[in-house]
């Protein structure tokens, strides 16, 4: 299948000459004349390549850029920007706002085949080693990622940890910076490792060392890299070549790592999930939650991850008589059922005030038993 460029020009015969030298290179090729055509037809067509120009009279180049960088589903798209303009500073901003090559207007048609061949064949490369690394990375990287917030994402993460941990090595880093609620439900009133490990941090500096000084131990056995509720944490700067590094240094220090992602994607976590073994989300059986899941399902699946690696867990948080069965739940989203997990506030609560994961507190309450079923499928899926 041959490979799709959009081409964003508002000068209707740079858009036609451009379009017509690369369909003779055999691309295909899809236009759009301005910056908002541009961002929904990237959305929808999901290009291999972008040729961006910068000067457009709706919006320019820079903030078009800095918009598809920021969507999870466009984020990883190479963009060239493609321009007039020649001074240095210009194309600082371009590379600034996300761009990964620049060419100045007029160019030779042999230039810009040659720049859209290496720029197509990094971006090729780059997806295969990620592939390569989930492959071939020993133990497990499982990501846990609510649809929105409040459906158990965080209590399933440590619950899960603490079953692994009895298995082998385990870490739970709490990638929540500013919300981190996970130290505090297990009793550990400081929680800055993970601010202390990305905090400015480019991704060559973060080793397994130093991401092994930042953690902290619980009772269970679970090693964790935890981030705290301070508000001033939630402005932490990072890149997704940072949370990629640190993935890769927990994967030498335990057999098991878990990544608490929060709700919702993002582009740290469409890095991480990428290249995570399994993804786990969780949803509630209502239909404001289901309708948000069959989104984040979809913009998942978008981004080459596959059914087999993410796996739908049914939370219920109390008991409803009003709550949409699991089979519906299975037809609503076209996808599979992993586990369902049974309410139970007070045994919850019990456990939360102890600063143990339920599952270790009672394990051999109704809710243990389902979570370690859980664990059990994700072994055998990784496996």
Wanted: hydrophobic residues 40%; aromatic residues 4%.
């Amino acid at each position: 299948m041959a490979e799709k460029i959009l081409v964003v020009d508002d000068d209707v015969d740079s858009l036609k000459l451009i379009g017509l030298m690369l369909q003779r290179q055999g691309y295909e090729v899809v236009a759009a004349n301005a910056g908002q055509p541009a961002l929904q037809k990237a959305y929808h067509e999901k290009p291999d390549l972008i040729i961006l120009d910068v000067m457009m009279p709706d919006m320019d180049g820079y903030e078009v850029c800095r918009r598809l960088r920021a969507e999870p589903i466009t984020s990883e798209i190479p963009i060239i920007m493609f321009t007039a303009k020649t001074l240095v500073d210009d194309k600082i901003i371009g590379f600034e706002a996300g761009a990964d090559d620049y060419l100045t207007k007029p160019t030779h048609p042999a230039e810009l085949s040659a720049r859209v061949k290496t720029v197509l064949s990094r971006s090729q490369q780059q997806r295969g080693s990620v592939k390569q690394e989930v492959g071939t990375v020993g133990g497990l990287s499982i990501g846990f990622l609510g649809v929105k917030g409040g459906v158990g994402t965080t209590t399933l993460a440590a619950n899960v940890g603490a079953i692994l941990a009895q298995k082998d090595t385990t870490i739970l880093a709490d990638l929540r910076p500013g919300q981190g609620t996970l130290g505090l439900s297990l009793g550990f009133t400081r929680a800055q490792g993970l601010a202390n490990v990305l905090s400015n941090r480019p991704a060559g500096e973060i080793t397994s060392r130093l991401i092994d000084d930042n953690m902290v131990t619980h009772n269970s056995g679970l090693k964790l890299l935890l981030s705290s509720t301070r508000p001033q944490e939630s402005q932490l700067t990072t890149t997704p070549e940072a949370v990629s590094a640190m993935l890769r240094g927990m994967s030498s220090l335990a057999h098991y790592r878990l990544l608490d992602l929060g709700s919702g994607l993002n582009r740290l976590t469409v890095k991480l999930i990428r290249e995570l073994n399994q993804t786990i989300i969780l949803v509630e059986p209502n239909r404001v939650t289901l309708t948000i899941a069959r989104e984040v399902l979809r913009e998942i699946e978008a981004l080459g991850v596959g059914a087999g690696r993410t796996s739908l867990v049914i939370f219920n948080r109390v008991q409803s008589s009003l709550q949409i069965p699991w089979q519906e739940v299975e037809q609503t989203l076209n996808h599979e059922v992993a586990a369902i997990i049974s309410p139970a506030p007070e045994l919850a609560f019990q456990a939360a005030e102890a600063g143990f994961p339920l599952a270790h507190f009672q394990p051999s309450s109704i809710v243990a038993g389902q979570i370690s079923k859980l664990v059990e499928e994700l072994i055998k899926r990784g496996g």
